[in-house]
């Protein structure tokens, strides 16, 4: 354990390194997905069928492929991107293009008839989906939205092969230590792995029941409460 602890600053350095790449990622994916979802539902058949292709593409291509290009390949044509951005880009559009399934099926699952009620008060497509279906389609998203955090979490454990010094790296280097051990090893990139994905998980959850509260799909605290009251007495 000793030895462990003398890791501690390295694995310090590996988690800031895979927050990094997972915020990042995280908000990239997040923009794509959005952006890709509204084009996928959108009236005008171009950008539905230029997003159709986008989504394929990353979905059909490998992230380690990917990152590979954009690592190796771009500097080729005179983009030469850092690793950490190589790393968030990479995440982003490949788990973005995923996201964006999530976003098209959520606003596909908003009843017919609030789209319907937008052409009566004669709304705009734009004013339609902002103001009357993107508000409950949030929270319908959000479990999907939530489950792939957790995946982009794990996937940037790729971010080795392109030389980023991110939590599995330093793993991999304990995991070498005689004087750690391999179960060790493993085992601590186990829990830090979980810890991280925990805290994001639990942050986006609780995100989820209030977007639900606000559209009356969960119970609130006070009505909760009071429920709770009335089965006691």
């Given at each position: 354990m000793q030895a462990v602890a003398d890791y501690s600053p390295y694995l310090w350095e590996g988690v800031q390194v895979t927050l990094a790449l997972s915020g990042g990622?995280?908000?990239v994916a997040l923009v794509v997905a959005v952006f890709l979802g509204l084009c996928a539902i959108s009236p005008i058949a171009v950008l539905r069928v230029g997003s159709r292709v986008v989504v394929e593409f990353f979905?059909?291509?490998?992230?380690?492929v990917q990152l590979f290009f954009l690592f190796y390949v771009f500097p080729l044509f005179g983009i030469d991107l850092p690793g950490m951005w190589c790393g968030i880009i990479g995440?982003?559009?490949?788990?973005g293009a995923y996201g964006s399934e999530v976003v098209r099926g959520s606003l596909n699952a908003v009843?017919?008839?609030q789209w319907e009620s937008t052409t009566a008060l004669s709304m705009s497509w734009a004013m339609a989906v902002r103001r009357v279906i993107w508000p409950q389609a949030w929270g319908l998203m959000?479990?999907?939205?939530?489950?792939?955090?957790?995946?982009?979490i794990k996937g940037t454990a790729v971010a080795l092969l392109i030389?980023?010094?991110d939590l599995t790296y330093w793993v991999e280097v304990m995991r070498k230590d005689p004087d750690v051990g391999l179960w060790i090893a493993y085992g601590v990139g186990f829990l830090l792995y979980y810890l991280v994905a925990l805290g994001c998980s639990s942050g986006l959850r609780?995100?989820?029941?209030?977007?639900?509260?606000?559209?009356?799909l969960a119970p609130s605290k006070t009505r909760t409460t009071r429920a709770t009251?009335?089965?006691v007495a």
């Open positions: 990622g995280a908000v979905r059909g291509t490998s992230l380690v995440l982003g559009l490949n788990y009843a017919k008839v959000l479990p999907g939205l939530n489950n792939l955090m957790v995946m982009l030389g980023l010094h609780l995100l989820e029941r209030r977007a639900q509260r606000r559209l009356g009251a009335e089965a």
